[in-house]
C-alpha cells in the first residue's frame, strides 16, 4: 500500500513539474516580451546625410552632439570612403564612373531609443536633427516603421492570448493531478471524520504534504528549465542578446508561487468537498 501511494505521488509530482516546465517556458516569454520588442526597435536606423560640403570633422563633432540626446542609443560615423565602398559592393566597383566628383556625402547611422521609434516620435526627432545648417536630409523607412510596429502589437496580442491560455490550461491540469492525488484518500479523511476530527485538523497534513509536492514539483521544473536555456545558449546564442537574465529570478518565482498556489488551493476545496461527503458517496 505504502508502495502504491509513493508511486502515486511520484506520478503527481512529475506531471505537477511538467505543466509548471510550461509554466516557466511562458512566464519566461512573457516577461521578456518588451525586451523583445525593444531589440527589433532599435536595431532600426536612420541615416542623417549631411552636406557635400561638411568635412570629417565637422561631421564627427556633430555626432557628439547627437550622442548626448535623449532620444540616440548610438551612432556610427560614415566617412565618404566608407559610404563608397558600401555602395561599390552593392552597384560595381565602377559606378562612380558616370560622376566627375563622388556624390557620396559624409553620413551618420543613428539607432533610436526604443521608445522613439513610432510614426509620430520619429517626425519629431527628424526636425530636430534637421535644424543643424549641417544637415541636408534625414531619412528613414515610414512603411517598415509602420509595419513594424503593427507586427509587434499582433505578435504582442497573439502572445498574450497564447500565454493565458497556457496558464489555465495549466492550472486545470495540476488541480485535476491533485484532485486524483487527495481522491485516493477519501477513506483517510473519512474515517478521520468519524472519530470527531475537525475539518481544520483533517486539512492540515493535506495541506503542509501538498506544499511540500508544490515546492519539489517547482524545484524539479526550474532545474529542467535551466537545463533547456543552457542548451538553447550554446546553439543559440544571439537570443540571449534580447532575453535579459536579470529577469531570471522573477521568472523562478512565478514557477514556484504558481506550484505552490494551484496545489494549495486545490488540496484545500478537494478536501473540504471530501468531507462533506457521506459514506455512500465515497464509493463513486
Request: glycine share 4%; proline share 1%; hydrophobic share 50%.
Amino acid at each position: 500500500m505504502r508502495r502504491r501511494l509513493m508511486n502515486a505521488y511520484l506520478s503527481s509530482v512529475i506531471s505537477i513539474s511538467l505543466v509548471l516546465l510550461l509554466v516557466g517556458i511562458a512566464s519566461l516569454l512573457m516577461v521578456n516580451a518588451k525586451g523583445v520588442s525593444d531589440y527589433f526597435k532599435e536595431n532600426m536606423q536612420v541615416s542623417v546625410m549631411m552636406k557635400q560640403t561638411v568635412s570629417d570633422e565637422e561631421a564627427l563633432k556633430f555626432k557628439e552632439s547627437l550622442d548626448g540626446e535623449r532620444y540616440i542609443k548610438n551612432t556610427v560615423f560614415i566617412s565618404k570612403e566608407q559610404g563608397q565602398r558600401e555602395l561599390a559592393q552593392q552597384l560595381g566597383e565602377d559606378f562612380l564612373d558616370v560622376f566627375e566628383t563622388s556624390p557620396i556625402p559624409v553620413s551618420i547611422d543613428v539607432t533610436l531609443e526604443a521608445g522613439y521609434v513610432s510614426a509620430d516620435s520619429l517626425e519629431v526627432v527628424r526636425a530636430e536633427i534637421s535644424k543643424s545648417s549641417l544637415v541636408d536630409e534625414v531619412i528613414y523607412q515610414k512603411s517598415l516603421v509602420d509595419a513594424l510596429n503593427a507586427n509587434l502589437s499582433r505578435i504582442s496580442l497573439i502572445l498574450g492570448v497564447f500565454i493565458a491560455l497556457l496558464l489555465f490550461i495549466s492550472f486545470v491540469l495540476i488541480n485535476n493531478t491533485v484532485r486524483l492525488s487527495v481522491f485516493a484518500r477519501r477513506f483517510t479523511i473519512h474515517t478521520m471524520k468519524l472519530v470527531g476530527a475537525t475539518r481544520s485538523f483533517i486539512r492540515g497534513p493535506f495541506l503542509v504534504q501538498s506544499a511540500f509536492q508544490g515546492l519539489f514539483a517547482s524545484f524539479i521544473a526550474i532545474i529542467v528549465l535551466l537545463g533547456l536555456m543552457f542548451v538553447m545558449r550554446s546553439e543559440f546564442e544571439q537570443l540571449f542578446e534580447i532575453f535579459r537574465m536579470d529577469l531570471l529570478l522573477i521568472v523562478l518565482g512565478i514557477v514556484v508561487a504558481a506550484g505552490l498556489t494551484i496545489c494549495l488551493i486545490s488540496t484545500f476545496f478537494v478536501v473540504n468537498k471530501l468531507i462533506s461527503l457521506k459514506k455512500d458517496e465515497l464509493y463513486y
